[in-house]
């Protein structure tokens, strides 16, 4: 009789990123403190001899794309190029036909602590911190890349002042009997018809919502966006951003694919007494408005906590909503406008005003009821953080320890790019 031989097989859960949901945000990268994570002109990818588990990268992305894991025989984890060119991501295959493991051969399951760790990262929570306690459910990825929900235009107005340099448009879109319900926060994801300079679909845009959950026209199937077209990247290079000028150009009755909606996180209280803190830049100011016109929308506003907003442009005419911001009432909201580029004035960044409105913040800073949301340019990020750090030394708080505890609570949101 002949026993069969067993050679010991190394059996490893593999980190992947799913190319077809992903939308190079890059977050991923930036977030991996062992270098893990790299991308090409067309996918994001793990190296699987890097990645060390550490499930950082798992709750910044926007769309889960990076929370994808196969069982693999870890002497032919995929490699990085082969990566590289997927469209898709591989099935799970069962393990005994991908490397031959036999009923004699042994498997060496992962330890049970990462594995733990794993179903952790896997339930879906998405974002930096939790949302706050109040917050409505939301309701994410109902329609992808394959089946996207098909929206029709029934406004695109332009925001900004005809002279002024930039096209920031409000584009509205009607889902007419497609259940696509959004809450303030969320994003959405367009797909800009056409094929990249490889032959492919362009990849997914994100989009916040600015529109409150029921409707940009109260009880209408209807959402509305912030975009400005782009025409030069953050260094001023001439670039011609794919979505936004396909956005920006469409009229009325287009229609337009749409997939989403995403985020679990960057999501409103909705607890009587709650304070809104919200700090943005240019475009970054369409969640705020979309928080702003719930609470307004509110039967009874006066239950609600502060709503205080720091709101920076170039110019007046070069803010989103500035005129309708203007007339809104101070006891209903506090509107602090940093303007960078009025002639013959200092340049004024809202970190600026954060600090010039020190004991105000301090003190919205110091109630358990206030919740902060910062959006717009990734640079506004280190200023602000130095403001607060600031205007706390100074009244005897400590902006590290009180940021720790916001994040953990779900009351500190950030969403820049
Ligand atoms: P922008 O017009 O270029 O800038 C807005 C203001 O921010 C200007 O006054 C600018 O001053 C100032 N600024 C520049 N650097 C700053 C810094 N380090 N700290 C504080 N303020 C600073 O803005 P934008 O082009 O609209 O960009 C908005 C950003 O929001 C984009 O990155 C966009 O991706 C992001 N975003 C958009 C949405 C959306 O739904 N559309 C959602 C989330 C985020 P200067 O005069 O010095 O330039």
């Not at 109040?134 to 900004?160: C, D, E, M, W």
């Not at 719930?294 to 005129?323: H, I």
């Amino acid at each position: 009789m002949t026993t069969a031989t067993t050679t010991p097989v190394t059996i490893m859960r593999q980190h992947l990123i799913d190319p077809e949901i992903c939308i190079r945000c890059n977050t991923c990268e930036e977030t991996c403190p062992v270098d893990a994570i790299s991308h090409d002109s067309r996918n994001y990818v793990v190296d699987a001899s890097k990645c060390k588990y550490c499930y950082n990268c798992i709750s910044p992305c926007p769309t889960g794309a990076i929370d994808n894991w196969r069982h693999v025989v870890a002497e032919t984890a995929y490699p990085l190029a082969e990566q590289l060119l997927w469209d898709t991501l591989p099935e799970q295959v069962a393990l005994d036909e991908s490397a031959g493991v036999g009923a004699g051969d042994t498997a060496t399951a992962l330890p049970d602590d990462v594995e733990k760790i794993a179903a952790a990262s896997t339930s879906g929570q998405g974002g930096v911190a939790p949302p706050p306690w109040s917050a409505a459910h939301p309701y994410i990825n109902l329609y992808s890349i394959q089946k996207p929900a098909v929206a029709t235009v029934s406004g695109n107005f332009r925001l900004t002042a005809p002279d002024a340099s930039s096209d920031i448009r409000h584009i509205v879109l009607d889902f007419g009997n497609a259940s696509f319900p959004v809450l303030e926060g969320q994003t959405i994801g367009i797909l800009a018809p056409g094929l990249d300079a490889h032959g492919k679909p362009h990849h997914v845009r994100l989009y916040s919502v600015a529109s409150p959950r029921d409707g940009e026209r109260p009880r209408y199937n209807n959402l509305s966006l912030t975009v400005k077209r782009v025409t030069a990247d953050h260094e001023g290079k001439d670039v011609r951003g794919i979505a936004s000028n396909y956005l920006c150009d469409l009229k009325k009755g287009d229609k337009v694919n749409v997939v989403g909606p995403y985020g679990t996180s960057f999501l409103m209280p909705n607890h009587p007494g709650s304070n809104l803190l919200m700090i943005c830049t240019g475009t970054g100011s369409a969640p705020m408005r979309a928080m702003t016109e719930r609470r307004r929308r509110k039967a009874q506003p006066k239950e609600d906590g502060k709503l205080m907003l720091f709101f920076g442009a170039r110019t007046p005419d070069e803010l989103p909503y500035f005129g309708p911001l203007t007339r809104l009432p101070k006891e209903f909201i506090d509107i602090n406008f940093a303007f960078s580029r009025i002639p013959a004035q200092p340049r004024q960044y809202v970190q600026d005003l954060i600090r010039s409105r020190a004991d105000e913040v301090v003190g919205l800073l110091r109630s358990e009821n206030t919740y902060l949301y910062l959006c717009g340019l990734k640079g506004m990020e280190k200023g602000v953080d130095e403001a607060f750090t600031d205007i706390c030394g100074r009244n005897g708080l400590e902006w590290k320890a009180l940021q720790a505890q916001l994040l953990q609570n779900g009351r500190y949101h950030v969403e820049t790019y």
